[in-house]
């Protein structure tokens, strides 16, 4: 009785800054995990990226931060893996980001998923604190990470804060010095995200337009000479490994997009099973071709005006 209790989710703890929930074993344990990242690009989340996740904490216990809503993951994670825990962190203030409770958290953690909301909780509460320096002290142990939605947002080296709100592509096309357009940098280092920013429900939200506004304003204001974005829709996911192997898996694509010397935008679009060199960051099995922006207009080097893909 006493072990069917722990599976169930209970608020421990409830301080002005944080609520902590826990199901499993709230003992702690160490296992030995594997380096790899989950980019989920939001809506239902895809079973099989999610096992492959999981199982890179070697049974372990799983964190999941979240800066809105509550257990929901609990259950979930629980039904997917063979874990020792599930514990979910959610941040109420910035508070929590010095916590002790929190570190020692995040310390101990053998898996970290940050979950969807607001990006913008995240880079304001998190941004040089403890708990940036907890998170990318876990990434260079080899801790798993991942995100979806706002989560993936902030897992590139560059991320589309919010902080003035969301910006459609139309907006962004507009006007590309518009004020929504908030870029921010550095809050977590994961090794082959450098140069990098994320956008997710990118079909459904047509968002096309505004990542490759994003890539033109981070190739114009940063240091890097080659900009790439990831945009990944609904019900999609990407699971990164330490070898540099790339998947997508779930429904809908993935798209790569490189912003290097020319006004022009690469791009690759890449279906569910496509296997690739995130390295490359290209696949023979991927439709690929070029997009300018004219006169606030997406279009197509070779096929004119840029539709929803």
């Not at 940050?114 to 708990?131: C, E, F, K, M, S």
């Not at 142990?141 to 979806?148: A, F, L």
């Not at 829709?233 to 490994?241: F, H, I």
Request: proline share 4%; charged share 20%.
């Amino acid at each position: 009785m006493r072990a069917l209790l722990f599976l169930i989710p209970a608020l421990i703890h409830a301080q002005p800054g944080f609520q902590y929930f826990i199901s499993g074993n709230p003992a702690d344990v160490r296992t030995k995990t594997t380096p790899g990242v989950l980019l989920a690009g939001g809506g239902k989340d895809v079973d099989a990226a999610f096992r492959w996740f999981l199982a890179r904490a070697g049974g372990g216990d799983a964190l999941v931060l979240r800066a809105s809503g509550g257990d929901a993951y609990q259950a979930y994670f629980l039904g997917l893996a063979k874990l020792d825990s599930v514990e979910t962190i959610v941040f109420k203030s910035s508070a929590a980001s010095r916590d002790p409770f929190v570190l020692d958290k995040i310390r101990r953690a053998e898996a970290i998923f940050l979950a969807g909301g607001d990006q913008w909780n995240y880079i304001r509460y998190w941004h040089n604190t403890p708990v940036a320096e907890a998170l990318n002290d876990a990434i260079r142990r080899g801790v798993p990470i991942g995100g979806t939605s706002a989560g993936l947002a902030v897992l590139g080296e560059f991320a589309f804060s919010a902080k003035h709100s969301t910006v459609t592509s139309a907006e962004a096309l507009a006007n590309p010095l518009n004020e929504k357009i908030a870029i921010h940098r550095g809050l977590l280092r994961i090794p082959g995200l450098e140069c990098l920013i994320t956008d997710s429900h990118f079909s459904r939200r047509d968002r096309m337009g505004r990542l490759l506004v994003f890539l033109n304003r981070i190739r114009a204001e940063s240091q890097c000479q080659s900009v790439r974005g990831i945009g990944i829709d609904e019900r999609a996911a990407v699971t990164l490994d330490e070898t540099g192997q790339a998947q997508v898996a779930g429904e809908g694509s993935a798209y790569l997009i490189t912003r290097a010397g020319s006004p022009s935008f690469h791009v690759t679009a890449l279906p569910t099973g496509t296997v690739f060199d995130w390295g490359k960051w290209t696949s023979m099995t991927g439709r690929t071709y070029r997009l300018t922006i004219e006169s606030g207009v997406v279009k197509s080097t070779s096929a004119g005006i840029y539709g929803t893909q």
